[in-house]
Each structure stands twice: as structure tokens, then as C-alpha cells.
């Protein structure tokens, strides 16, 4: 019973965007406009989970540079975390495929898994097991497209979404 009001909420969401025919499409807005809530403190926070099925809920967070972002991860999945352990890192703006790269490389460093190269994150959660979440704040970096990734072994080239950071107006 408790899933029942985070099924409803993208659909409310997208009935939302609808029905105020701005004409805007911003597909796929299911997985973008129930996450981010209106910031209440200034703070744009945003809730992601994962499960066993190895997805992010969410996989397109948009910001503005300079704006403060707080990010609640949760693994709401039920295997053991040394199995399906996910994470949430938020890197540099790469290509595709030295994400996956850089994430292969993480991927082999347990327990953790994080990027040897800090340089490359902008903002990480720790590793987690069922049940468990982490939150995060950052401030939107430069406009640009950052790739957010799972460096779980195995996970990355299905754990994946970017941040869109667009000019501060
Ligand atoms: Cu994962």
C-alpha cells in the first residue's frame, strides 16, 4: 500500500503539465516533473529510487547554474546490497562511452566503487543496500549536460540519467 501514492503522482504530474498547454514537450515527462518538487527553502530537492530491476525512477533532473540541489536517493529494492547495491554519482559532462568507462573502473573498487579521480564527480551518495537512502547537496554547476550514473558493477549502462543545467536567466 505504501507504493500507491508514488504510482499516482507522475500521472497526476503529467495531467498537470497537460492541461496547462504551454505546448512544451519535455519527454519523458513522467520520469522528470513528479520528482522535483517546488523548492520551499530555495533548495531544489529531488527524490530518486531504485530497485531490483536495476533503473533510476528518475532520469532527467533540470537546473539552473547556481541553483542549490539537494538529492534523496533511495534503494527501495529488497536483495542484499553486496548483490544490488546501487549508488548515485554525478559526474563531469562525457561522452557515453567514457561513462561507462570511468564507471567499469569505479565499478572494481569496492566497497564503495567510486571514481578513482575525484575530479570527475560532482556530487556522490554512498553505496546502498535495501531500505537505505543518502542525500546529497550541490550547487548546479555550469550550463551544460552532466551524466549521472549506478558504478555498481554491472549497473551503469542501465543506471543512467543527466542533469541539465541551463544558464541562470
Ligand atoms: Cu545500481
Redesign the pocket.
Known sequence: MKALPSLFLPLVAVAALSLTGCGKSEAPAAATAAAQAPAADGVKTVSIT?DDT?KFNVTEIRAVAGEKVRVTFKNVGRMPKQA????WVLLVPMTDSEVLALAQTAAARAPEHQPADASKVVAHTKLLGPNESDTVEFTAPAPGEYPFV?T?PG?AAL?KGKLIVAPKP
Open positions: 531504485a536495476m544490488m547495491g546501487h549508488n549506478c555498481f549497473h543506471m
